[in-house]
């Protein structure tokens, strides 16, 4: 019997199949433009030329909707967040360590007009919806939300571009000093607070970045668990033992750990001499 409902199965399946392919290239027939369907490959990291980005081994995090594509370096404890975009095709990108690259920032190169690589430093921040483009920043520079640093130009150490700002291509901007405006132009020296506040975001992002990373490699199993957590927590009373409470492996009043019926009074006689001492 079980070998006739076997067969039967795989005469139904097969059939199923075989419609659905019918129905599929009818489908096809009466489209007015012709449809080929592709599989679209990942873009998160992509060699152009035979070069493929090069990801350190501490990297903290690259999201999986950024792309690296290229000749691209990317340091120690750093990260490139969801939407930005770093381009090395055609030159190189090279990106320190403990530097953050915001969501949808762009990070491109120049070869076509003038010949100019992207070298970011080490601690630097780069804003949600920067541009940097073949372009220098040094150690602990930041580039605010939106900002523009265009070709040739360089950012100098603990130096800061304000949101917004557009630094003209050959621009340099000495160390130590806050630029914003379009063009940009100096407009104050970085304080000792502006100095901390570059190293605190720096951290701050890096410690940030350590947990998407980890949430972003979880596997199926792992988030049907956190889901059946949370549902736990959701409907758990308050006042019911909790699986995950501290007190699991301690002793409460001689009754045992909470949820462990076999270690009470009535199974341990023991334990309850020990109350009336």
């Not at 027939?29 to 679209?40: C, D, P, W």
């Not at 921040?125 to 520079?141: E, R, W, Y």
Request: glycine content about 10%.
């Amino acid at each position: 019997m079980a070998s006739i409902g076997s067969k039967v199965v795989v005469a139904v399946s097969s059939a199923a199949r075989n419609l659905g392919k019918s129905l599929d290239s009818m489908g096809a027939s009466l489209e007015v433009a012709k449809y080929t369907e592709r599989l679209v490959p990942s873009t998160r990291i992509v060699a152009v030329d035979s070069i493929a980005p090069t990801i350190s081994p501490s990297a903290k995090f690259v999201a999986p909707s950024a792309n690296l594509i290229g000749d691209i370096t990317l340091g120690a404890n750093s990260s490139v967040w969801y939407g930005a975009t770093v381009r090395g095709d055609g030159n190189k990108v090279t990106i320190g360590e403990n530097t953050n690259i915001g969501d949808r920032a762009v990070v491109h190169i120049a070869k076509i007009q003038g010949d100019n690589p992207t070298l970011i430093g080490n601690g630097v921040t780069v804003k949600p919806g920067a541009i940097i483009h073949a372009a220098t920043l040094k150690d602990h520079s930041v580039v605010g939300a939106g900002a523009q640093v265009l070709d040739g130009s360089i950012i100098g150490s603990n130096s800061i571009v304000e949101a917004g700002a557009i630094v003209s291509p050959g621009t340099t901007v000495p160390d130590g000093e806050v630029w914003s405006g379009s063009p940009a132009k100096m407009i104050r020296k970085v304080t000792k607070e502006d100095i901390e506040s570059i190293t605190d975001s720096a951290e701050d992002m890096s410690e940030l970045a350590a947990l998407h990373a980890e949430e972003c490699a979880k596997d199926y199993h792992q988030i049907a668990q956190d889901e059946e957590d949370y549902e736990d927590n959701e409907n758990r009373g308050s006042d019911y033992w909790r699986k995950d409470s501290p007190m699991a492996d301690e002793d409460v009043l001689g009754q045992g750990s909470p949820g462990r019926i076999f270690d009470n009074t009535l199974s341990n006689p023991e334990e309850g001499l020990k109350m009336k001492k």
